[in-house]
């Protein structure tokens, strides 16, 4: 079974950046079309970044043009490089296959402060 490992989470303030990175134990994780999820403190896991085959991306309204999707094939890792935070950006971030998410990880924790 897939284990997916999100890591680089942190406290920053409004406007700063983070880079989050995505790696997976047990299977190839250039094989597989990649997400990032979002879940907010009270509210459900979303998905808010797609990339398929390295190049295709898509985002989530809430993060166009803040948030970039990557990977790295050689370093078998997906990344999320993060900037302008906002508050509302607080919260855990988890990466799993898209579209059929397997086993949860631990995720990641992102907080940020005005």
Request: proline content about 4%.
């Amino acid at each position: 079974q897939v284990q997916f490992r999100a890591s680089g989470g942190g406290s920053v303030q409004v406007g700063g950046s983070l880079t989050l990175s995505c790696t997976a134990s047990g299977r190839v994780i250039s094989a597989f079309a990649m997400g990032w999820y979002h879940q907010a403190p009270g509210k459900q896991r979303s998905l808010i970044a797609t990339i398929i085959n390295g190049r295709d991306t898509n985002y989530a309204d809430s993060v166009k043009g803040r948030f970039t999707i990557s990977r790295d094939e050689d370093k078998k890792t997906v990344y999320l490089r993060m900037n302008s935070l906002k508050p509302g950006d607080t919260g855990r971030y988890y990466c799993n296959r898209v579209p059929q998410p397997e086993s949860w990880g631990q995720g990641t924790q992102v907080t940020v402060s005005s």
